[in-house]
Antibody
Framework: QVQLQESGPGLVKPSETLSLSCTVSGGSISTNYWSWIRQPPGKGLEWIGYIYYNWGTNYNPSLKSRVTISVDTSKNQLSLKLSSMTAADTAVYFC?????????????WGRGTLVTVSS | EIVLTQSPGTLSLSPGERATVSCRAS???????LAWYQQRPGQAPRLLIY???SRAPGIPDNFSGSGSGTDFTLTIRRLEPEDFAVYYCQQYGSSPWTFGQGTKVEI
């Protein structure tokens, strides 16, 4: 099973752009579908979007105008950029994979990284 | 988008008791592409059930899933101390993938 590890700044100022990375080990970033999911403190889960290296991306319409997901095959990393951050974007951000295609469940997750939006 | 509504919000039970969590979808879930996850405090969600009723590798048969269309159920036959956690349903049949709001199973 693949291992995923998120990294990035724990604190972001309002209106700035969040940049997170997810390093994949035990598997290739060039296969599978790779997603970002977030969870505000004490709340539920929200799917942000996914990327499939040879196909492209699919974003949640609620965030589509602010999200960019990409991969760096040389580093075997997935990245997330979320622009115009506000306090409502404060959350734990997880990366996860769908091994069996777009219409499949999230079978491996990173541990998550907390991002706080505050001046 | 498909809205998933879980009930109850909180389930207060004792070890050894049976837990039943319901997940209702606002429209039919394509091909019963419905998963259940367990989340313990400070941890990532862990896949329990996929395809509405198939157990993920390593998940004990104490956990079972059932249902189809718009109504799904997660059953924990006998609660162990480590089963007290939050449970989420998730549909992956229609984009955007969506999650239920969660059900907390507490002692």
């Amino acid at each position: 099973q693949v291992q995923l590890q998120e990294s990035g700044p724990g604190l972001v100022k309002p209106s700035e752009t969040l940049s997170l990375s997810c390093t994949v080990s035990g598997g290739s970033i060039s296969t599978n579908y790779w997603s970002w999911i977030r969870q505000p403190p004490g709340k539920g889960l929200e799917w942000i979007g996914y990327i499939y290296y040879n196909w492209g991306t699919n974003y949640n319409p609620s965030l589509k105008s602010r999200v960019t997901i990409s991969v760096d095959t040389s580093k075997n990393q997935l990245s997330l950029k979320l622009s115009s951050m506000t306090a409502a974007d404060t959350a734990v951000y997880f990366c996860a994979t769908q091994t069996y295609g777009a219409n499949s469940y999230f079978d491996s997750w990173g541990r998550g990284t907390l991002v706080t939006v505050s001046s | 988008e498909i809205v998933l509504t879980q009930s109850p919000g909180t389930l207060s039970l004792s070890p050894g008791e049976r837990a039943t969590v319901s997940c209702r979808a606002s429209q039919s879930v394509s091909s019963n592409y419905l998963a259940w996850y367990q989340q313990r405090p400070g941890q990532a969600p862990r896949l329990l059930i996929y395809g509405a009723s198939s157990r993920a590798p390593g998940i004990p048969d104490n956990f079972s899933g059932s249902g189809s269309g718009t109504d799904f159920t997660l059953t924990i036959r006998r609660l162990e101390p480590e089963d007290f956690a939050v449970y989420y349903c998730q549909q992956y049949g229609s984009s955007p993938w969506t999650f239920g709001q969660g059900t907390k199973v507490e002692i």
